[in-house]
Nanobody, 124 residues
């Protein structure tokens, strides 16, 4: 059984930082591209960042470029999202996802497995 478990969400002031973690278990080697998405209230789920299975290739949504950084520790089966210079618009539930193929601007349908999400709230 595949499980993706996110942690690290919380409430921070604008300009602050958070680091999200996503630890996987039972994930097949064929679905080891990892990504972060987010969904704000009343909005569609949107792509945030993606990282290849080796960690050598990454890509980000324009809205987070230069502020967020995705990384992974394959020995721990864990992917991280370091979020800096946070803005109120970053308030969302953040979801970790895993899929078989690296797509630079990953879409919902490119990912095969999903975590249940962690809430990030940025106060102004």
């Amino acid at each position: 059984q595949v499980q993706l478990v996110e942690s690290g969400g919380g409430l921070v002031q604008a300009g602050g930082s958070l680091r999200l973690s996503c630890t996987a278990s039972g994930l097949p080697f064929s679905s080891d591209v990892r990504a972060w998405f987010r969904q704000a209230p009343g909005k569609e789920r949107e792509f945030v960042a993606v990282i290849s299975s080796s960690g050598a290739v990454t890509n980000y949504a324009d809205s987070v470029k230069g502020r967020f950084a995705i990384s992974r520790d394959n020995a721990k089966n864990t992917v991280y999202l370091q979020m800096n210079s946070l803005k109120p618009d970053d308030t969302s539930v953040y979801y970790c996802a895993a899929g078989p193929i690296y797509v630079a601007n990953a879409r919902y349908r490119d990912m095969r497995y999903w975590g249940s999400g962690t809430l990030v709230t940025i106060s102004s």
